[in-house]
């Protein structure tokens, strides 16, 4: 299991900004490019690559959609091994799924209540 670390402010500007930069790093796109399909500034990208600047959900929405990556990729620890990224990914499919499988018996339901 990998070891905790201490989270602050720092640690996540810095784990989101090498996560940033090692998804851009693997489909081979230039900051200019994720730039221009985010409509953000390449000095924008730059700087949270640099840890310079923090990030708004809106733009790491944006970042998402560009780099074809799920948001919570951005939040992975560096010193993750894959198998323990694929327990993550596991677990919040299945409690995704679980709150899911909730949501439609209620709305089923009521749905029968309602008829």
């Known amino acids: 299991m990998a070891k905790k670390k201490e989270i602050d402010e720092q640690y996540v500007y810095r784990l989101i900004s090498n996560n940033i930069k090692r998804i851009r790093s693997m489909h081979n796109i230039s900051q200019l490019s994720l730039a221009i399909s985010t409509g953000l500034t390449h000095n924008f990208i730059n700087d949270i690559e640099n840890c310079k600047k ?29 198998n323990e ?28 209540k309602s008829r």
Do not use: H, W
């Open 54 to 82: 923090g990030i708004s959900a809106k733009t790491l929405a944006k970042l998402s959609v560009a780099l074809k990556a799920e948001p919570y990729q951005f939040f992975l620890p560096e010193d993750l091994p894959n």
């Open 85 to 112: 990224a694929m327990v993550y990914v596991r677990d919040f499919n299945d409690s995704l799924q679980k709150v899911v499988n909730e949501l439609t018996q209620q709305y089923l339901c009521r749905d029968k």
